[in-house]
C-alpha cells in the first residue's frame, strides 16, 4: 500500500508543479527585469518548484523504485486451493467476528494455475477482507471463481456501508487510514488504497484488478484476472 500511495502523491504533484513552473515562465516575461523584488520572488518560486521535484525524486520515487517489483514462486496448483487458504484466513481475521456470511460460487475447481499460490491467496484474501470491512455487520458478500478465456477469474461482491468502515466499535482488519481513503471519490480506474496488493499481484502475473465505484449503499465488486498459464 505505501508504494501505490507513493504512486500517486508522485504523480498527482507534478502536475500542480508543472502549472507553477508554467506560470513563472509567463510572469518572467511580464515582469520588469529591474524590478529587484519581483525578481527575487521570481527566483523564491522556482527555487521552491526545484525543492519539491528534489524531493519527490529523492524520498518517493527512489523509496518505491526500492520495491518495485514483486518477485513470484510460481507452481503449478489447484486454483481452488488458494481459494480455500484465502477463505479460511479472512474468517479467522474478521469474517466470523462480523457475522458476514460469503456465497461461494465456483466453476474451475479442477483447474489449475501456473502463479504464486501464497500471493494469490493473500491478494483474495485482502478481496474478502475489504469486502467485510465496507459490509454492514451480518451481511452477504459473494465469492464467484471461474474461469474467462484462459484466465482465472475472482470476483468479490458487496453492498457497501461507509457507516460499517468508520465505526470504531466494530471489529477491523484493516487500519483506520485505509478504511477512511476508501471512502473518498476515487478517479476514473483508481482503486483504494487499501486494495494495492491484489492489483499489484495481478500485474506481476500479467493480469489486471479492477474495482467498481463504490457507493454508499450500492453494490460493488472487485475482480482479479491472471492468465492459467506464465506469460
Not at 501505490?4 to 500542480?16: A, K, N, Q, T, Y
Not at 509567463?26 to 527575487?40: C, F, G, I, P
Not at 459473494?142 to 457497501?160: D, P
Not at 470504531?168 to 471519490?185: C, K, N, T, V, Y
Given at each position: ?17 508543472n502549472?507553477?513552473h508554467?506560470w513563472?515562465y ?15 520572488a ?27 517489483s ?63 470491512e ?7 458478500i ?19 456501508n ?44 500479467g ?21 492459467l498459464?506464465?506469460?
Open positions: 500500500m505505501r508504494d501505490h500511495v507513493l504512486s500517486l502523491v508522485s504523480h498527482d504533484l507534478r502536475s500542480p508543479l502549472a507553477i508554467s513563472a509567463v510572469l518572467e516575461r511580464k515582469l520588469d527585469a529591474a524590478d529587484a523584488s519581483a525578481q527575487r521570481l527566483a523564491g518560486i522556482r527555487s521552491g518548484v526545484e525543492q519539491q521535484v528534489k524531493l519527490l525524486e529523492d524520498a518517493i520515487d527512489k523509496t518505491r523504485a526500492e520495491t518495485k514483486l518477485p513470484l514462486a510460481r507452481e503449478s496448483f489447484p486454483v481452488s486451493a488458494a481459494v480455500e487458504r484465502a477463505l479460511a484466513d479472512a474468517r479467522l481475521a474478521i469474517v466470523e467476528a462480523r457475522g458476514t456470511s460469503i456465497a461461494v460460487q465456483s466453476s474451475g475447481d479442477a483447474q489449475w494455475c501456473d502463479g504464486d499460490r501464497e500471493r494469490l491467496a493473500q491478494a483474495i484474501w485482502t478481496m474478502l477482507v475489504f469486502a467485510t465496507a459490509s454492514a455487520p451480518g451481511a452477504a459473494t465469492l464467484a471463481s471461474s474461469l474467462e478465456n484462459a484466465s482465472w477469474r475472482v470476483e468479490v461482491g458487496y453492498t457497501a461507509f457507516a460499517a468502515l468508520s465505526d470504531a466499535e466494530l471489529p477491523h482488519a484493516m487500519e483506520p487510514f485505509a478504511r477512511s481513503q476508501a471512502m473518498q471519490p476515487r478517479e476514473a480506474g483508481r482503486i483504494a488504497w487499501a486494495l494495492a496488493l491484489p492489483q499489484r499481484v495481478a500485474a506481476a502475473h493480469g489486471t484488478f479492477e474495482q467498481s465505484a463504490t457507493v454508499d449503499g450500492e453494490h460493488s465488486s472487485l475482480v482479479l484476472r491472471v492468465p498459464t506464465a506469460q
